[in-house]
Every structure is written in structure tokens, then in C-alpha cells.
């Protein structure tokens, strides 16, 4: 069983920035964020490989956001710049194995986080 605690949301103005933290309690092959705002479907945002650090990005953030991680601390991290009123969301830290990577296939997370709230106002 793999905890997954996430911080750092909160509210801002439309162009600002925020960093989402996710503290895993043990390693896995593949780290991620996804986003699901009210009323849509759950989605995928981006991948690290924890070993390798190789990201993936769905291109509605890319240019935007930047995943990394401490394999130190065993946290990934998401920077968030240049925020849109459209990035608002409830944003989870997912982990699983290495199909996740470059892939952000729902079905392949083996874990999730709780969730932390984002909102991008206008």
C-alpha cells in the first residue's frame, strides 16, 4: 500500500502560479498528476518516471507546468505558471507502475491521493 498526501493548493488570479507537493509513503515506478473539475470527467496532466525523471504533458499545460520529483523526500511535485480559469480543479497525485508513464491511462494508477483543491479566477 503506497500513502499519498497532497499539498499546496489554494485560490488564485488568472496568470499566477502555484506548487502542488505530493509525499508518497514508498517508491513507485511512475508518478502523476490528474485534474477533475465539477461535472467533467477525471483527466490526466502529467507524468514523471520516478527513476528515470522523463515527464509527459497533455498539451493543455505544456509550456505551463513542470513535474519533478525528490527521490530524496519520495515527493513529486507540479509547478503550476500562467494559470487559466479552465485549470480549475480538484488535483490529485496518482503513482503506479510504468504503463502510467507517457501514458496517463486512468487504469493503470495503482494509487491515489486525496486531492487538493485549485481555483484560477478571472
Known amino acids: 500500500q503506497v500513502q499519498l498526501v497532497e499539498s499546496g493548493g489554494g485560490s488564485v488570479q488568472a496568470g499566477g502560479s502555484l506548487r502542488l ?13 490528474f485534474r477533475q473539475a465539477p461535472g467533467k470527467e477525471r483527466e490526466g496532466v502529467a507524468t514523471v518516471g520516478t527513476i528515470s525523471g ?27 505558471n500562467n494559470l487559466k480559469p479552465e485549470d480549475t480543479a480538484m488535483y ?11 501514458t496517463l491511462d486512468l487504469g ?10 485549485v481555483t484560477v479566477s478571472s
Open 21 to 33: 507537493s505530493c509525499a508518497a509513503s514508498k517508491y513507485s515506478t511512475c508518478m502523476a498528476w
Open 54 to 80: 522523463s515527464t509527459y504533458y497533455v498539451d493543455s499545460v505544456k509550456g505551463r507546468f513542470i513535474i519533478s520529483r525528490d527521490l530524496a523526500k519520495n515527493t513529486v511535485y507540479l509547478q503550476m
Open 92 to 102: 490529485y497525485c496518482a503513482a503506479g507502475l510504468g504503463l502510467l508513464c507517457g
Open 108 to 117: 493503470a494508477v495503482a494509487y491515489w491521493g486525496q486531492g487538493t483543491q
